[in-house]
């Protein structure tokens, strides 16, 4: 891996640590429990569900194979409860399949850039430091920021800029980056950064943080294919989820807060027939939200951790059908918003939706 064991790229502290834990506590009680850390980044989390819960079984899964050969390092004192997999979050069946787990119990999934990929130079993460235009989670496989900065037509440039990064100067960005790259390639992520600074209005260059956080967001999803990841991975990872099961979500932008929150709700609603007395069978919800919209860090905790700052945090817990199976149940009866009736009518919210 090229890795020194003997001393740790990166620090780590790991995000709403307590807050993760009391809400996957019950979870991790059960009989059995197996935990999925379906980002296990430098292993902070991990290591103190295996610390705490001396039952639970661990399935850790990485992208990044110097982020899985420190964890390995790390956990390593736990033995046979540990189970590291290299391999990307939606890949959850395949991985389960191949450890011979019908389901899990707990679940982690802390977005974005782990604090090894942010705080090592040479991977390309930062705005801030000089470093070769890479952006990839998986030095392995796949294509870097030099070649989509460099090769992409500027119409898909635009695009992504504004997709991903809602950057609403993303046409002046990407002239200017085509301008430049009639030049000669952009290999560096200072060339970058400069030019993407050097393209928005002197106005607003002076709020909102460095002018390039939006840009090298973009690229960075662009390159691992985040989101369309993530919109593959929280349905495959609610389906795998045991009945009394808990899985907790943390993003850090809203464009994975708001593929969550959909994910979480379309499974918190009935689906039958919205006149029915019953609740027929297999249409009821699956999901229990444990948090009302989604939770912000608290002064405290971005006092400790700054890298907290942004982070959106969104729990639900499988829902335990007891009785016979496939019998109808009467729908609940609702006093409040909704008029009675046990789902939300077309254009209706639930309470605390909304917040981003």
Same mark, same amino acid.
Do not use: W
């Given at each position: 891996?090229? $890795? +020194?064991?003997?001393?740790?790229? #990166?620090? /780590?502290?790991?995000?709403? =640590? %307590? &807050?993760?834990?009391?809400?996957?506590?019950?979870?991790?009680?059960?009989?059995?429990?197996?935990? $999925? +850390?379906?980002?296990?980044?430098? #292993?902070? /989390?991990?290591?103190?569900? =295996? %610390? &705490?819960?001396?039952?639970?079984?661990?399935?850790?899964?990485?992208?990044?194979?110097?982020?899985?050969?420190?964890?390995?390092?790390?956990?390593?004192?736990?033995?046979?409860?540990?189970?590291?997999?290299?391999?990307?979050?939606?890949?959850?069946?395949?991985?389960?399949?191949?450890?011979?787990?019908?389901?899990?119990?707990?679940?982690?999934?802390?977005?974005?850039?782990?604090?090894?990929?942010?705080?090592?130079?040479?991977?390309?993460?930062?705005?801030?430091?000089?470093?070769?235009?890479?952006?990839?989670?998986?030095?392995?496989?796949?294509?870097?920021?030099?070649?989509?900065?460099?090769?992409?037509?500027?119409?898909?440039?635009?695009?992504?800029?504004?997709?991903?990064?809602?950057?609403?100067?993303?046409?002046?960005?990407?002239?200017?980056?085509?301008?430049?790259?009639?030049?000669?390639?952009?290999?560096?992520?200072?060339?970058?950064?400069?030019?993407?600074?050097?393209?928005?209005?002197?106005?607003?260059?002076?709020?909102?943080?460095?002018?390039?956080?939006?840009?090298?967001?973009?690229?960075?999803?662009?390159?691992?294919?985040?989101?369309?990841?993530?919109?593959?991975?929280?349905?495959?990872?609610?389906?795998?989820?045991?009945?009394?099961?808990?899985?907790?979500?943390?993003?850090?932008?809203?464009?994975?807060?708001?593929?969550?929150?959909?994910?979480?709700?379309?499974?918190?609603?009935?689906?039958?027939?919205?006149?029915?007395?019953?609740?027929?069978?297999?249409?009821?919800?699956?999901?229990?939200?444990?948090?009302?919209?989604?939770?912000?860090?608290?002064?405290?905790?971005?006092?400790?951790?700054?890298?907290?700052?942004?982070?959106?945090?969104?729990?639900?817990?499988?829902?335990?059908?007891?009785?016979?199976?496939?019998?109808?149940?009467?729908?609940?009866?609702?006093?409040?918003?909704?008029?009675?009736?046990?789902?939300?009518?077309?254009?209706?919210?639930?309470?605390?939706?909304?917040?981003?």
């Amino acid at each position: 891996m090229g $890795v +020194d064991m003997g001393e740790l790229r #990166g620090t /780590h502290v790991p995000v709403l =640590l %307590e &807050r993760c834990l009391e809400l996957l506590d019950p979870a991790l009680r059960l009989p059995g429990a197996v935990h $999925v +850390d379906f980002t296990l980044g430098l #292993g902070g /989390h991990a290591e103190a569900v =295996l %610390e &705490r819960y001396p039952q639970v079984t661990l399935v850790g899964l990485d992208r990044d194979t110097e982020a899985l050969a420190h964890s390995r390092h790390r956990l390593a004192r736990f033995g046979e409860r540990v189970r590291l997999v290299h391999a990307v979050y939606d890949e959850l069946p395949r991985v389960l399949d191949e450890l011979d787990l019908a389901a899990f119990h707990s679940g982690l999934f802390d977005l974005g850039v782990s604090s090894l990929q942010l705080d090592e130079a040479d991977r390309g993460f930062a705005y801030a430091q000089d470093a070769p235009l890479d952006m990839r989670m998986d030095q392995t496989s796949g294509f870097t920021a030099e070649q989509v900065v460099n090769e992409y037509e500027p119409g898909d440039l635009v695009r992504i800029l504004r997709a991903y990064g809602e950057e609403k100067f993303a046409t002046r960005i990407v002239s200017s980056i085509v301008r430049e790259r009639q030049k000669g390639r952009i290999t560096s992520t200072a060339r970058l950064a400069e030019l993407v600074k050097d393209a928005i209005p002197a106005a607003a260059r002076r709020t909102g943080g460095n002018p390039a956080k939006r840009t090298f967001q973009a690229l960075r999803i662009e390159v691992n294919g985040e989101l369309a990841t993530l919109e593959a991975a929280i349905p495959a990872a609610l389906d795998a989820l045991a009945p009394n099961g808990r899985l907790v979500v943390m993003s850090y932008q809203s464009l994975e807060d708001r593929i969550v929150k959909r994910a979480f709700t379309a499974r918190t609603r009935s689906t039958g027939p919205i006149d029915l007395p019953v609740e027929l069978p297999g249409t009821g919800p699956t999901l229990r939200l444990l948090t009302r919209g989604s939770e912000p860090p608290s002064e405290q905790e971005v006092a400790d951790n700054p890298r907290a700052a942004s982070v959106k945090l969104r729990a639900v817990e499988r829902l335990d059908r007891n009785g016979t199976p496939g019998a109808a149940r009467e729908r609940p009866r609702m006093t409040t918003t909704h008029g009675g009736q046990g789902r939300l009518r077309p254009g209706e919210r639930e309470e605390g939706e909304g917040r981003a």
